[in-house]
């Protein structure tokens, strides 16, 4: 069973999303997964094997305690009752309370739109017991989304990741073949992943989330349901 399990479309987007997070919840002591719905088989650089192989060491760095990686095809990701049925059993299998998610209005890639259609259908469809797989229905208590780089509009909440920064960018470093390394010249790279742009916009991201809750570096988020507080002085207090 897992508290939390993160869903993206491709291998590295939850790094990228939300890998601070992950990170500050391993510290936690939470039990967290990564869903990956397609094995990044159609990326511009590396193949579905050099990309199993980084992921297994991204998965390292963050210390998941599980990793899985569904065969839906990468260009194609759709939300068919196939697919569903794909998720649902993941769902179902690993039981988590909490699943993160792309929020699909605001994000280019198709594959991002439609993964977040399809992880929030199943998350509410996974605890339906009349839909039939091997494992009994489970519905988690939230469906909280990400946004990719750029937080379009006011997020419902910012994690501070400021302590766990370098260990994110590790497991964003993992996939050697979609990003640049330390002085790589990326005068000829055909993608913005693999370019010192990249790196410049995940850190400007992160600096604008973290000033809003007063830190150095934040993930936002955002979640249809309330966020309950426990300690308001040490939610809202700026440092």
Not at 65 to 94: F, S
Not at 137 to 143: E, G, M, V
Not at 208 to 223: L, N, Q, R, T
Request: aromatic share 8%; hydrophobic share 40%; glycine share 8%.
């Amino acid at each position: 069973m897992l508290d939390v399990l993160a869903i993206g479309a491709h291998p590295d987007d939850c790094e990228i999303t939300m890998g601070g997070t992950i990170c500050v919840l391993k510290q936690l002591g939470y039990k967290v997964g990564i869903c990956d719905l397609c094995a990044g088989e159609a990326g511009t650089y590396g193949s579905a094997e050099i990309r199993k192989a980084e992921l297994a060491r991204a998965s390292e760095i963050l210390q998941l305690d599980a990793r899985i990686t569904l065969d839906m095809p990468d260009g194609n990701i759709r939300n068919t009752e196939e697919n569903r049925l794909k998720l649902i059993e993941v769902i179902r299998t690993h039981q988590p309370e909490i699943v993160f998610g792309f929020a699909h209005e605001l994000t280019r890639h198709p594959d991002h739109y439609f993964a977040g259609k399809l992880v929030k259908e199943c998350s509410f469809l996974a605890g339906l017991e009349k839909i039939t797989t091997a494992h009994p229905a489970h519905r988690p208590s939230t469906f909280i989304m990400f946004k990719g780089l750029r937080a379009y509009e006011k997020p419902d909440f910012v994690v501070d990741v400021t302590q766990v920064w370098n260990q994110k960018l590790e497991a964003i470093r993992a996939y050697e073949s979609q990003v640049t390394a330390d002085g790589e010249n990326d005068e000829k790279t055909k993608t913005f992943i693999r370019s010192h742009t990249f790196w410049e916009l995940i850190d400007a991201s992160a600096r604008v989330s973290g000033a809003m809750i007063g830190v150095k570096y934040g993930e936002p988020f955002y979640c249809e349901t309330s966020v309950r507080l426990a300690d308001i002085p040490a939610a809202f207090t700026r440092k």
